[in-house]
């Protein structure tokens, strides 16, 4: 079974620019969450969706925004980029409800570098 | 101060050595612990799981909570070179996904 995929891998900004990320779950995953990873804040939530629906979100800004289709497929976009927006992005897809008891399994990652 | 605080390390023992890595947190109404294990240029992979206090056991691996002292462990025997990585703790409160990470521990197990 194919894991979490994220496009690109890689990816170079400037300030002000927007940008958008993609995840692909697991097949027949219905939870997907986003993530920031940074070397000063680590890990931290951006929001999770489940059937098209933003159940959970963090405490990002308003510029951080994403969206679940049918097919469950998600994509994750940032408006007007701040130096402080370069993290690794990740995606993690679950089965079931995405509730913490759910295995989370997480994707290699998307580097964003905003120059 | 951050909800859940952990040792950046890094931290280097000899392969075989016994690994313990430890997390503290702040808030009495996490309820699930996790461990997980990042390789370099890689997602995290969930290593362990535990709901509520006592331990758990998985090969070489043990997890332990202490929600008196709000304190979590993970251990690890016989330590091997591929062990190598960063392990996060993560904890949660309830039902609503929202996973708190500590910042990571980076483990190098030399051979």
């Known amino acids: 079974k194919a894991g979490v995929t994220q496009t690109p891998r890689y990816l170079i900004k400037t300030r002000g620019q927007q940008v958008t990320l993609s995840c692909s779950p697991i097949?027949?995953?219905?939870?997907v969450s986003w993530y920031q990873q940074t070397p000063g804040q680590g890990l931290q939530f951006l929001f999770e969706y489940f059937s098209e629906t933003q159940r959970n979100k963090g405490n990002f800004p308003g510029r951080f925004s994403g969206r679940q289709f049918s097919n469950s497929r998600s994509e994750m976009n940032v408006s007007t980029l701040e130096l402080g927006d370069s993290a690794l992005y990740l995606c993690a897809s679950s089965f079931l409800s995405g509730g913490p008891t759910d295995t989370q399994y997480f994707g290699p990652g998307t580097r964003l570098t905003v120059l | 101060q951050k909800e859940v605080e952990q040792d950046p390390g890094p931290l280097s023992v000899p392969e075989g050595a016994i690994v313990s890595l430890n997390c503290t947190y702040s808030n009495s109404a996490f309820q699930y612990f996790m461990w997980y294990r990042q390789y370099s240029r890689k997602g995290p992979e969930l290593l362990m799981y535990?709901?509520?206090?006592g331990n758990k056991e998985d090969g070489r691996f043990t997890a332990q909570v202490d929600k008196s002292s709000k304190y979590i462990s993970l251990f690890i025997r016989d330590s091997q070179p591929s062990d190598s990585a960063t392990y996060l703790c993560a904890m949660s409160a309830g039902s609503s996904y929202k996973l708190i990470f500590g910042s990571g521990t980076r483990l190098l197990v030399r051979p």
């Open positions: 535990t709901y509520s206090s």
């Open positions: 097949s027949g995953h219905r939870s």
